[in-house]
């Protein structure tokens, strides 16, 4: 290799270890410079042999370097190579893909159309997740429209307006505009009316088998070819409420001998005798079908974007041959598959949910066995980690399953700084905690104090903030050890912030304060409460579980509803009643507690 290939090699070399490590932040390394220097430089490779001794001092050269100079340097060396590091970061920074052809309108239009039959499921806040963070990424608009017409099948729960508001509010976002789809009838029944007008719908008596018959053949019924006034006629009376459940539809007139029988002539409007629960809708009876009601909202408030699930496609389809008549542009079509989240036994299903909870199965929504937004809220888990969890699914259309373990890693990040410590002895005799991982194996175990061992421990509020002081612990005669923390007899223990102790039967003897029994020894360091009455306060912790009772330290009575403490090497728990605040989930006397995750 003469001298002018040498100065080539290592000044290629040079710009690809710098792009290397600032790629990944670590050292550049030789093997992974060494593909993309020989694939841009053929004639480099009849020298293989001899390069790697050429790129190896320049890589070390530039380990040499901090961020910041690599950055400066490569920016001398390679602009453009710098230029794809930034557009890499920013990728990274957006997990999900970009709408398709959103560079085409003035403004990303999206929807939440929430059905309010009941408050939320887990499931129910990936579209706000996703929806809010588009409309984030792209200074974009969000509609929250209450898909509430079928008053009988999916009856809305007059709460659950209010309740989904609030979820979404938890979730980070607000809605630019809110609507109820049973305020807006009469549009539907004018587009309706529009659309019989173009000859694109027909009324129809058949009864429901024998029309599905013949649409699974492919053939008309004899109502397909009413003249226009009929139709007219009769879909004025079905508005008036002149036929009951069943006696006639207003069917959207497609391709009856389409492939896709689900496409054939489909139901736009049916009748509803059951009257809807909300008062300014309750005189209806002429309802519209969702994918009828659906499409025609979203072209009247501009939707641009719909994300829905991969099971609704032909909605989709549906919805265009609605789209054409009235000569239309279909908005934009993302489809997702269906998210699974683990760790629950009860289903993720509304229906499911207000069962078990109607029959005292579950306590309420916010039961931390029920997969509910309620529940996870009422936790302490924020909602921001929720959301980061569901964004990071991304929009694939293959089903997804989304473990709790990654709402609670992104809960923990969010709360761990600000977070106080605390004790907590859990006692399993007193508790009705089944199958719980880590739960004591008896009854807490109350141990004299001897020796010559000071009244209180004074561990800190927190292990990487030593400003914010220590708390003080008191045990003046005895203290309180879960049952597996208890040492045989002879052994030593270490009382977290107190100090180390021998026991003797049924003594704990002090023995003082040298930590290097901890780290040259290995003596077990574990937290405890005094045993006095005035040394520690019971508290309920409500767990997916079940209840798991315990003493927790005295200055845990000082927190308020939703403060956040750790139990040490128990878990985050949200603080959530005193006693007498009107919990009635906790015995009297009793803190009550909810588990948030390890």
Same mark, same amino acid.
């Given at each position: 290799?003469?001298?002018?290939?040498?100065?080539?090699?290592?000044?290629?070399?040079?710009?690809?270890?710098?792009?290397?490590?600032?790629?990944?932040?670590?050292?550049?390394?030789?093997?992974?410079?060494?593909?993309?220097?020989?694939?841009?430089?053929?004639?480099?490779?009849?020298?293989? @042999?001899?390069?790697?001794?050429?790129?190896?001092?320049?890589?070390?050269?530039?380990?040499?370097?901090?961020?910041?100079?690599?950055?400066?340097?490569?920016?001398?060396?390679?602009?453009?190579?710098?230029?794809?590091?930034?557009?890499?970061?920013?990728?990274?920074?957006?997990?999900?893909?970009?709408?398709?052809?959103?560079?085409?309108?003035?403004?990303?239009?999206?929807?939440?159309?929430?059905?309010?039959?009941?408050?939320?499921?887990?499931?129910?806040?990936?579209?706000?997740? *996703?929806?809010?963070?588009?409309?984030?990424?792209?200074?974009?608009?969000?509609?929250?429209?209450?898909?509430?017409?079928?008053?009988?099948?999916?009856?809305?729960?007059?709460?659950?307006?209010?309740?989904?508001?609030?979820?979404?509010?938890?979730?980070?976002?607000?809605?630019?505009?809110?609507?109820?789809?049973?305020?807006?009838?009469?549009?539907?029944?004018?587009?309706?009316?529009?659309?019989?007008?173009?000859?694109?719908?027909?009324?129809?008596?058949?009864?429901?088998?024998?029309?599905?018959?013949?649409?699974?053949?492919?053939?008309?019924?004899?109502?397909?070819?009413?003249? *226009?006034?009929?139709?007219?006629?009769?879909?004025?009376?079905?508005?008036?409420?002149?036929?009951?459940?069943?006696?006639?539809?207003?069917?959207?007139?497609?391709?009856?001998?389409?492939?896709?029988?689900?496409?054939?002539?489909?139901?736009?409007?049916?009748?509803?005798?059951?009257?809807?629960? &909300?008062?300014?809708?309750?005189?209806?009876?002429?309802?519209?079908?969702?994918?009828?009601?659906?499409?025609?909202? @979203?072209?009247?408030?501009?939707?641009?974007?719909?994300?829905?699930?991969?099971?609704?496609?032909?909605?989709?389809?549906?919805?265009?041959?609605?789209?054409?008549?009235?000569?239309?542009?279909?908005?934009?079509?993302?489809?997702?598959?269906?998210?699974?989240?683990?760790?629950?036994?009860?289903?993720?299903?509304?229906?499911?949910?207000?069962?078990?909870?109607?029959?005292?199965?579950?306590?309420?929504?916010?039961?931390?066995?029920?997969?509910?937004?309620?529940?996870?809220?009422?936790?302490?888990?924020?909602?921001?980690?929720?959301?980061?969890?569901?964004?990071?699914?991304?929009?694939?259309?293959?089903?997804?399953?989304?473990?709790?373990?990654?709402?609670?890693?992104?809960?923990?990040?969010?709360?761990?700084?600000?977070?106080?410590? &605390?004790?907590?002895? &859990?006692?399993?005799?007193?508790?009705?905690?089944?199958?719980?991982?880590?739960?004591?194996?008896?009854?807490?175990?109350?141990?004299?104090?001897?020796?010559?061992?000071?009244?209180?421990?004074?561990?800190?509020?927190?292990?990487?903030?030593?400003?914010?002081?220590?708390?003080?612990?008191?045990?003046?005669?005895?203290?309180?050890?879960?049952?597996?923390?208890?040492?045989?007899?002879?052994?030593?223990?270490?009382?977290?912030?107190?100090?180390?102790?021998?026991?003797?039967?049924?003594?704990?003897?002090?023995?003082?304060?040298?930590?290097?029994?901890?780290?040259?020894?290995?003596?077990?360091?574990?937290?405890?409460?005094?045993?006095?009455?005035?040394?520690?306060?019971?508290?309920?912790?409500?767990?997916?579980?079940?209840?798991?009772?315990?003493?927790?330290?005295?200055?845990?009575?000082?927190?308020?509803?939703?403060?956040?403490?750790?139990?040490?090497?128990?878990?985050?728990?949200?603080?959530?009643?005193?006693?007498?605040?009107?919990?009635?989930?906790?015995?009297?006397?009793?803190?009550?507690?909810?588990?948030?995750?390890?």
């Amino acid at each position: 290799m003469d001298d002018d290939l040498r100065e080539r090699v290592r000044a290629e070399a040079e710009k690809h270890a710098l792009y290397n490590a600032l790629k990944h932040g670590s050292d550049p390394d030789v093997g992974a410079i060494m593909g993309p220097l020989m694939g841009e430089n053929p004639d480099f490779r009849p020298h293989g @042999d001899e390069i790697p001794g050429v790129v190896a001092p320049v890589a070390a050269e530039v380990s040499d370097l901090d961020d910041d100079e690599r950055r400066e340097r490569l920016l001398d060396l390679s602009p453009d190579l710098v230029e794809e590091l930034e557009a890499e970061d920013e990728g990274d920074e957006q997990v999900l893909p970009d709408l398709p052809n959103a560079d085409e309108y003035d403004e990303i239009r999206m929807r939440l159309a929430p059905n309010p039959n009941g408050p939320w499921h887990l499931g129910s806040a990936r579209m706000p997740a *996703v929806i809010g963070t588009y409309k984030e990424l792209y200074d974009g608009w969000m509609l929250c429209r209450f898909d509430d017409t079928d008053p009988e099948t999916k009856r809305p729960d007059l709460d659950a307006y209010d309740e989904i508001l609030d979820a979404i509010d938890y979730l980070g976002f607000e809605p630019d505009e809110v609507l109820k789809a049973s305020d807006r009838v009469e549009t539907y029944y004018d587009h309706a009316r529009e659309l019989i007008g173009k000859g694109g719908a027909y009324t129809c008596s058949c009864p429901a088998e024998h029309f599905r018959g013949l649409k699974a053949d492919g053939e008309p019924c004899e109502h397909r070819d009413k003249d *226009v006034e009929t139709v007219r006629e009769e879909f004025e009376a079905m508005v008036d409420g002149e036929y009951s459940d069943g006696e006639m539809v207003l069917r959207v007139k497609t391709d009856i001998e389409h492939k896709n029988p689900a496409l054939r002539d489909f139901v736009a409007f049916r009748m509803v005798d059951t009257p809807h629960p &909300r008062e300014e809708a309750a005189d209806y009876r002429a309802w519209p079908m969702l994918d009828f009601q659906s499409g025609i909202d @979203d072209h009247l408030t501009g939707v641009t974007h719909i994300v829905r699930g991969i099971d609704l496609q032909d909605s989709a389809k549906r919805q265009r041959f609605v789209y054409d008549y009235f000569g239309w542009e279909y908005p934009e079509v993302v489809h997702w598959g269906h998210v699974q989240i683990d760790a629950y036994d009860v289903p993720m299903s509304t229906s499911t949910i207000k069962e078990k909870v109607e029959s005292g199965e579950l306590t309420g929504w916010d039961d931390p066995r029920a997969p509910t937004i309620a529940s996870v809220r009422r936790r302490g888990i924020r909602g921001e980690a929720i959301v980061d969890a569901m964004v990071d699914l991304g929009v694939s259309t293959s089903n997804v399953d989304l473990a709790m373990s990654s709402i609670y890693a992104n809960n923990r990040d969010l709360i761990d700084d600000d977070t106080d410590r &605390r004790f907590l002895v &859990r006692d399993a005799a007193e508790s009705d905690a089944e199958g719980r991982e880590g739960l004591p194996s008896g009854p807490a175990e109350k141990f004299t104090l001897a020796g010559d061992a000071p009244g209180a421990g004074h561990p800190p509020l927190h292990p990487d903030h030593d400003g914010r002081g220590d708390r003080d612990v008191p045990a003046s005669e005895a203290v309180l050890l879960e049952a597996d923390d208890a040492p045989a007899d002879g052994e030593r223990v270490w009382l977290k912030g107190f100090g180390c102790f021998r026991r003797d039967g049924d003594d704990l003897v002090w023995s003082g304060t040298d930590i290097s029994d901890v780290r040259e020894e290995g003596v077990p360091v574990v937290h405890w409460v005094g045993a006095g009455d005035d040394e520690h306060v019971r508290v309920r912790l409500r767990t997916m579980d079940g209840d798991v009772v315990g003493h927790a330290e005295p200055g845990y009575a000082d927190y308020a509803s939703d403060d956040l403490v750790q139990f040490e090497r128990v878990g985050f728990a949200r603080f959530d009643a005193a006693p007498g605040d009107g919990a009635d989930e906790a015995e009297p006397g009793e803190y009550l507690a909810f588990y948030a995750h390890p």
